[in-house]
C-alpha cells in the first residue's frame, strides 16, 4: 500500500496518510478531515472506524485469531495463569518469575477491603443485579483510595492498578455473597487469586470451602480467555470515560455498567436463560432457530455472532472443550450441554447463520460452566467483568500513555429542525 490515499469531493483533493499495521488493517488517518473539507464522516456502531493505535491485542476475526502482545491465546490459556496474563496485558511482557512473585505479593496485599465497603455491601436489596452491584462497588471503591486518584501520577495510576486488580475478587463475591444473603468472607494470604476468590464466594464462616483443584484450574482459563478483547464496548467505555481524566475507578465502573447489556457481556447470562426456557416450554431446537431466523419474532440466538469474528472465535472453542470435561466429569449428563451442542449443530448447518457467518461466542458455553460451579444465571457476567478487568487496566493505562491523546468527543451530522420560532402555549 502506498503510504498516502487520496480523498476527493467536488473541488477539495487531500492526501490521507496511511497509518501501517504490523498485523491487520492499516487504516486511513483523517484527523485533518474536517479542517480541510468542513464535513465530517459517519460510521453508525464504528464499523469502520479505528479508535487507536494499539498494542495490546490482536485479532483476526477471519481466522479466528487472537493474540495478547502477540502471544496466541491458545498458549496463554494452556501455559499460563491468570495474573500472569494480568501482568503481560498492563505491562508489555511476560514477567521473569521475581517481577511475577512481586505482583502477586502486591495484589494479595489488596485484596481486603475497607470495612465500611462491608456496610455498604448490605445495603442493597436481595435480587440486585450484581452487575449493579460490582459497579456501584468499583465507584466507591475510589473513595477509600484517596491517594491513588491522581491519573497523572504514575506511582498513584500503578497503585490504583494493583488496588483494583486484588479488590476485584473480594467485590465480585461480595456481590454474590449479598444477593443472596449471606455473610462475607475475608481473604486469606495463603490462597491464589483464583482460590481465594471461590472460597469468598462459597465459604461460610459455619464451614470452609473445599478448593477442588479443577474448578481453580477451568476459572484460571477463563479469566485469560477474557482477559482483553481490544476495542470491544466496554473497553472502548474505560478509554472514553478515562480520555476526561476521570479516575481509573470510574472509567472501571462504566466499563462494568457497558459489559452488562445482553448484546456484549451480558449474553452468557441471556444463553442460560434462554436454554432453561426451551427446556421448560419443551420447544425443539429446530422451531427455535426457526424462530430466529424469522426478524418480527425480535428473538436472537444469544451466544452467536460477534462483530469480528467471521470465521470462528477461538476462545469458544477453548470453552467448549472445558464444559464438556468439567460437566461430563465422572460420565455425568447435562441435558442443558446437550441442548446447546444440538442448538449449535442446527445453526450452523442453517443457510441463515452461514450465510451471515455467525458462529458461538465466547459467551455460548460459559454459562453452562458456571451454573454446574453453583452461581446463578444473573451472576455470570460479573465473572467476565473479574476475567476482563486487566485488559480494561492495560487499555486504560496505553490511552494515557498516548503522547496524541485527546479527550473522547465524536461529532454528529444534524438532520433536525432548522432554526424556527418559539411557538407560546395557546398556538400549538
Ligand atoms: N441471532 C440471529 N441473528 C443474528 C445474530 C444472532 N445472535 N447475530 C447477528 N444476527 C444477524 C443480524 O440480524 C443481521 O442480519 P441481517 O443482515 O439480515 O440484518 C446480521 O446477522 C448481522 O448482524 P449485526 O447485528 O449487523 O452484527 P453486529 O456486528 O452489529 O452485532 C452482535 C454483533 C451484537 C454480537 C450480534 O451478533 C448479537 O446480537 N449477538 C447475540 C448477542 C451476543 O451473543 N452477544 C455477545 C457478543 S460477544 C461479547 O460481547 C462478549
Known sequence: MTDNATFKHEDVELQLPVVKASNGND??????LLSKTGNVTLDPGFVNTASCEST????????GILRYRGYPIEQLAEKSTFLEVAHLLIHGELPTQDVL?????????????????RELYRCFPRGAHPMQVLSAGLSALGSFNRRTLDVHDPEQVNEASL?????????????????VGEPFQ??????????????????????DYEIDPAVVNAFETLFILHADHEQNCSTSTVRMVGSSDATMYASMSAGVNALSGPLHGGANQAVLEMLVKLREEGVD???????VKDKKSGVKLMGFGHRVYKNHDPRATIIKGHADKL????????DLLDMALELEEVALNDEYFISRKLYPNVDFYTGLIYEAMGFPANYFTALFTLGRLPGWIAQWREDHADPTRK???PRQIYVGETERDYVPMDKR
Not at 495490546?56 to 481466522?63: L, Q
Not at 496485599?109 to 465500611?116: A, G, S, T, V
Open 27 to 32: 487504516g486511513y488517518n483523517i484527523s485533518q
Open 56 to 63: 495490546i491485542t490482536f485479532i483476526d476475526g477471519n481466522e
Open 101 to 117: 512473585d512481586t505482583f502477586k505479593y502486591d495484589v494479595s496485599n489488596r485484596m481486603m477491603l475497607d470495612e465500611r465497603m
Open 163 to 179: 488496588r483494583l486488580i486484588g479488590s476485584m475478587p473480594t467485590l465480585a463475591a461480595y456481590a454474590y455473597k449479598s444477593s
Open 186 to 207: 475475608y481473604p486469606q494470604k495463603n490462597l491464589s487469586y483464583v482460590e481465594n476468590y471461590l472460597r469468598l464466594s462459597f465459604g461460610t464462616p459455619q464451614e
Open 285 to 291: 431446537m429446530k422451531t427455535y432457530v426457526a424462530q
Open 327 to 334: 460437566l461430563r466429569a465422572s460420565g455425568k449428563s447435562n
Open 407 to 409: 479527550i473522547s468527543r
